[in-house]
């Protein structure tokens, strides 16, 4: 059975820095793509990040410079590492598994945890 | 980047109707649409994927077509369970966009 658990959310200062992570049982991430998406109060849903089964990353632009995804295979974690936090990136995060498409980029986000909340405020 | 543009916003039915939500991309993007049904505290769940491919598992209630920059999501016979925020993804260019959502609520 698939299931990943994230962690790590609370509450942070603006310009504080805060580690979220995802534990993936059911696939492995080192032969899988997964993703970060994240989802404001009362907004869509945000693709934020998205970390290739080789270990290459790419990043939003609202996060670029700012967030930083890896992992540990060993583990099978995925990280989200959130510094310069702002009071806009409050919200539910979610890490994700995407399908990899024909062009080989990310297509469907077909498993999903149930979140962790980032809350930014003085 | 790709813009998508959902309709309507928000889409009051009652139980047992047939309703459909559309989804514009602002640009071709092929098949490259997927469908997804978000409930308040639960994580979303692909409905459908590659425009109308019914994902495994998915009640065939649900359906989706079009191509290009048009898509269409249809649910018949609502059921309470269908009452949730439903919202379109294209995977044709990073950065991955999804619609802002269109909001299925009882009248």
């Known amino acids: 059975e698939v299931q990943l658990v994230e962690t790590g959310g609370g509450l942070v200062q603006p310009g504080g820095s805060l580690g979220l992570s995802c534990a993936v049982s059911?696939?492995?991430?080192?032969?899988?793509?997964v993703a970060w998406v994240r989802q404001a109060p009362g907004k869509g849903l945000e693709w934020v990040s998205l970390i290739y089964s080789g270990g290459n990353t790419v990043y939003a632009e609202s996060v670029k410079g700012r967030f930083t995804t890896s992992r540990h295979t060993s583990r099978n974690e995925v990280y989200l590492q959130m510094d310069s936090l702002r009071t806009d990136d409050t919200a539910v995060y979610f890490c994700a598994r995407a399908r990899v498409g024909a062009r080989l980029q990310a297509s469907q986000l077909d498993y999903w945890g149930q979140g962790t909340v980032v809350t930014v405020s003085s | 980047d790709i813009q998508m543009t959902q309709s309507p916003s928000s889409l009051p039915a009652s139980v047992g109707d047939t309703v459909t939500i559309t989804c514009q991309a602002s640009?071709?993007?092929?098949?490259?649409l997927n469908w997804y049904q978000k409930k308040p505290g639960k994580a979303p769940r692909l409905l459908v994927y590659?425009?109308?491919n019914l994902e495994t598992g998915v009640s065939s209630k649900f359906s989706g077509s079009g191509s290009g920059t048009d898509f269409t999501l249809t649910i018949t016979s609502l059921q309470p369970e269908d009452f949730a925020t439903y919202y379109c993804q294209q995977y044709d260019n990073l950065p991955i966009t999804f619609g802002q959502g269109t909001r299925l609520e009882i009248k």
């Open positions: 640009q071709d993007i092929k098949n490259y």
């Open positions: 590659d425009a109308s």
């Open positions: 059911g696939f492995k991430v080192s032969n899988n793509y």
